[in-house]
C-alpha cells in the first residue's frame, strides 16, 4: 500500500555520520530546502529573522497552507483539484451576502459556507466518480462555476464580512495571529485523518492502486465523495479565513490559489502520480512559498523575477524528492511506521530545531549593529504591473525617489488583495520610513494599512483612496470626475444620440465602479443614448478585443464604446476594425503611450487621462515629507483631462 512516510534503506554498519546527515536530509528533502531557504534570507536581510516577520511568514502561509491540506487528500489518492480557490471565494461570498444583504443569523451564515464548500466537493466528487470525469475536467468546471457564482452572488462588488467572524483574521492575545492557530489546527486534523483513520488509508490504497483497491473490497465511488467532499470543506474554511483578513469577502478573491497548493503539496513529498503525501510535508511546502515570497519582499526583488525564482524552486524541491528516491529511500505502508520511525522523525524535526536556533544566533550577530536608516526607505505596493497606466506611475515614483536620493521598494500585488496585504506587513516588519499604496480594493486593503498606522509609519495612497485607515495623503485623480467627462464627450460626439457599449474593468475592483458609477451619472444628462451592453475585460487589451468582437454580434450597429482603461479601448479598436474612429466612437481611460498614439492616429476619439506619471512622482515627494514629519496636503488631486486629436501633441502624459 502507498504511504506517507518514508524510510531509508539500511546502510552499511559503518556508515559515517556524515553519511548518515546526509541520508537524514535527503529523506526529508522539502524539511532541508526550507532549512536552507531560511539560512540564505537570514544571511541576506536583517529584517527576515524577526519575531514579527516569522510571524508575518505563517499568516501569509495560513490560506495556501488550509487550501493545500484539502488538496493533500485528493492528491494523494491520485486526483487533483483545480477548483479550491473559487470554492474558497464562493464559501466567503456565501458568508457575507447571507449575514448582511439577508440578515441571517452569523453562525447559521458559517453553516452555510461550510455548507457550500462541501457541496462544491460533493459536486466534483460525483462527476469524477459516477460521471467517469476525468478529476482535471470536473474541477476545472467547478473553478469556473464557482468564480460565476461568487460574482452572481456579490454582483462583482466586495461584500463587507461581519465582524465576529473577522476576529479570525486578528491576533490572540494581541500576538499570536488566528489564522496561523487555525492552519495548525487543520494540519492536525489533516495528520490525523490520514494516519488514524479508515478514509485515510482508502485514500492511500485508492492513490496506490485503484483497481487493486476495489478488488479489496474498498468502495472506491464513495469513498471519492468524501475525499473531494473533504477538499471542499477545508476550500472554504480557507475562504472564511481568508475574507477575515480582508474584512471582507473579495468575488475575484483566492485567484490562482490552487496552484500555489498543489505545488506545496509536491513540494512537500507528495507524488502527483498518488499513494505518497503528509500533512507535515503539505506545511513545509506552503512555508517554503511564503518564505520564498516574504524574502524576495524584503530584499526588493522585482516582482517580474520573483514569478521565476518561486517557478525554479519548486522545480529544484521536486528534482531534490527525486534524488532522494534514487539515494534508496524506500515506502513504508501507511500506519506500519513502528516506534523506530516515530523516534526518527522526532529525532529529525529536533535537528531541525536545532538548525533553525543556531541560524536565530548567527544571523543575529551578523545583522547586530548593522541596520540602515530606514526613514529614507520607501515601499510601494502597486495593484498591478501588468497595465501600461500602473508602469508609469512606477516609472515616474522611481524617478522622484532617485532625484531626491531614497531608496524605493516597488511590489507588484497582482490584482490580488491578500498578496498586497501580505506586502504591507512585509513593509511593516522593515520598519520603513513611508509606505506608498496603490489599492487593489479600498475596502480590502484596510486591515493592512491599519497595522501600518499601528507601527507609526506614515501611510500615502495612490491613485485610489484606502477607506477606514488613517492616510497621511492621498494623491489621485477623481475617478467619478473622470467617468462623468468621459460620458459628455462621447454623448457630445454622437450628437446626444446613439447605442452604446461599456467595457467594465475587472469585477469588484473600486476603480471600475467608480469610473462606472460617474459614467453613468455623466450620461444622467443624455437621455438620447442607450446603453445596449456592459461586459467586464478585466482591463487587459486581449480580453478586450474578445469581447468587444462577442458584443458586436449581438449588436452590430453600435454607434459608440466606453473602456473604463485604454487597454481595453485598444482591444475594441482591434475589434472594430475600420468602424473604429468612423462610425463607431471609442473613448477610453488613463492617457496611456499607446492609448494616445491611438489618439493621434483617429481610432481612438479620447482618453481621459490621468497623468499617472505625475501621481508616481508626487506619492513619491510626500512620502518623503511625511517620512521628515513635515506638514503634507491630506488629499493631493492631479488633474485629469480629456485628450483628443485636437490636443494630443501637447499632452505630456
Known amino acids: 500500500m502507498a504511504t506517507d512516510t ?3 534503506s539500511t546502510g552499511a554498519s559503518g556508515a559515517s555520520g556524515a553519511s548518515g546527515l546526509r541520508r537524514l536530509l535527503l529523506d526529508n528533502g522539502a524539511l532541508t530546502a526550507l532549512i536552507v531557504l531560511v539560512v540564505g534570507m537570514s544571511v541576506l536581510s536583517g529584517d527576515f529573522l524577526t519575531a514579527d516577520n516569522l510571524l508575518n511568514i505563517g499568516v501569509q502561509a495560513a490560506v495556501t497552507a488550509i487550501l493545500a491540506f484539502g488538496v493533500t487528500f485528493v492528491i494523494v489518492s491520485a486526483g487533483i483539484d483545480l477548483s479550491v480557490g473559487s470554492v474558497a471565494a464562493l464559501s466567503a461570498t456565501v458568508l457575507a451576502w447571507s449575514a448582511t444583504s439577508e440578515g441571517v443569523p452569523v453562525w447559521i451564515a458559517v453553516l452555510l459556507a461550510i455548507a457550500t464548500g462541501v457541496a462544491c466537493g460533493l459536486v466534483n466528487g460525483f462527476l469524477i466518480s459516477y460521471g467517469k470525469l476525468p478529476p482535471f475536467i470536473a474541477t476545472l468546471a467547478m473553478l469556473s462555476v464557482g468564480r460565476g457564482l461568487s460574482l452572481v452572488i456579490s454582483q462583482g462588488s466586495p461584500i463587507a464580512f461581519p465582524e465576529s467572524v473577522s476576529h ?7 500576538w499570536l495571529p488566528v489564522p496561523v492557530l487555525v492552519m495548525l489546527v487543520l494540519g492536525g486534523v489533516t495528520a490525523v485523518v490520514l494516519g488514524r483513520t479508515y478514509i485515510g488509508r482508502a485514500m492511500y490504497a485508492i492513490g496506490g492502486n485503484e483497481e487493486a483497491a476495489r478488488l479489496s473490497g474498498l468502495r472506491v465511488k464513495r469513498q471519492k465523495l468524501v475525499i473531494y467532499a473533504l477538499s471542499g470543506l477545508f476550500a472554504a474554511a480557507a475562504g472564511i ?34 499513494g505518497t503525501g503528509k500533512a507535515s510535508g503539505t506545511l513545509i511546502g506552503a512555508l517554503i512559498l511564503a518564505v520564498l515570497r516574504n524574502g524576495l519582499n524584503l530584499l526588493s526583488v522585482s516582482a517580474f523575477w520573483q514569478q521565476v525564482v518561486i517557478g525554479v524552486v519548486i522545480a529544484l524541491a521536486v528534482l531534490l524528492d527525486t534524488v532522494r528516491r534514487k539515494a534508496g529511500a524506500t515506502p513504508v ?3 506500519a511506521g513502528g516506534s523506530g520511525d516515530r523516534r526518527k522523525q522526532a529525532v529529525t524535526y529536533m535537528l531541525a530545531a536545532v538548525v533553525a536556533a543556531a541560524v536565530v544566533g548567527a544571523t543575529s550577530f551578523l545583522h547586530s549593529g548593522s541596520s540602515a536608516a530606514k526613514s529614507e526607505k520607501i515601499g510601494l505596493s502597486l495593484s498591478t504591473l501588468n497595465n501600461p497606466f500602473f508602469v508609469q506611475i512606477r516609472a515616474g515614483a522611481q524617478d522622484e525617489a532617485k532625484k531626491l536620493g531614497v531608496d524605493l521598494s516597488v511590489t507588484d500585488a497582482q490584482n490580488d488583495a491578500s498578496q498586497q496585504a501580505n506586502q504591507l506587513q512585509n513593509f511593516t516588519s522593515e520598519g520603513l520610513g513611508t509606505v506608498i499604496v496603490n489599492p487593489v480594493d479600498s475596502d480590502a486593503v484596510t486591515p493592512a494599512a ?10 500615502v495612497a495612490v491613485d485610489r483612496a484606502v477607506n477606514g485607515a488613517d492616510t497621511a495623503a492621498l494623491v489621485a485623480s477623481d475617478n467619478v470626475s473622470g467617468g462623468e467627462l468621459a460620458a459628455k464627450s462621447l454623448a457630445e460626439k454622437l450628437g446626444g444620440k446613439g447605442e452604446i457599449v461599456i467595457l467594465q474593468g475587472q469585477a469588484g475592483t473600486s476603480a471600475s465602479r467608480e469610473r462606472g458609477a460617474g459614467f453613468a451619472e455623466g450620461l444622467k444628462a443624455y437621455p438620447g443614448i442607450k446603453v445596449l451592453a456592459k461586459q467586464p475585460a478585466d482591463w487587459d487589451r486581449a ?12 449588436n452590430p450597429d453600435v454607434d459608440g464604446v466606453f473602456a473604463e482603461n485604454d487597454e481595453m479601448a485598444l482591444g475594441a479598436i482591434k475589434a472594430l476594425g475600420s468602424k473604429a474612429g468612423k462610425s463607431v466612437q471609442v473613448i477610453g481611460f488613463d492617457g496611456t503611450a499607446d492609448g494616445l498614439k491611438a489618439v493621434e492616429a483617429g481610432t481612438l476619439y479620447a ?11 508626487i506619492a513619491v515627494r510626500n512620502a518623503v515629507e511625511a517620512a521628515k514629519g513635515e506638514k503634507v496636503e491630506k488629499s493631493v488631486m492631479v488633474p485629469v483631462k480629456v485628450v483628443t486629436s485636437q490636443n494630443v501633441a501637447e499632452f505630456s502624459g
Open 6 to 8: 518514508l524510510k531509508s
Open 168 to 174: 479570525l483574521g486578528d491576533n490572540l492575545g494581541g
Open 241 to 274: 479565513v481568508l475574507a477575515s483578513r480582508l474584512s471582507s469577502a473579495q468575488p475575484q478573491a483566492a485567484q490562482g490559489y490552487e496552484l500555489d497548493a498543489i505545488a506545496a503539496v509536491v513540494i512537500g513529498g507528495a507524488s502527483l502520480a498518488g
Open 333 to 335: 505502508a501507511a500506519g
Open 450 to 459: 491599519k497595522a501600518v498606522n499601528k507601527a507609526d509609519i506614515p501611510l
Open 543 to 554: 480580453k478586450g478585443l474578445d469581447v468587444m468582437t462577442n458584443l458586436l454580434q449581438a
Open 607 to 617: 482618453s481621459v487621462a490621468q497623468q499617472p506619471a505625475e501621481l508616481g512622482r
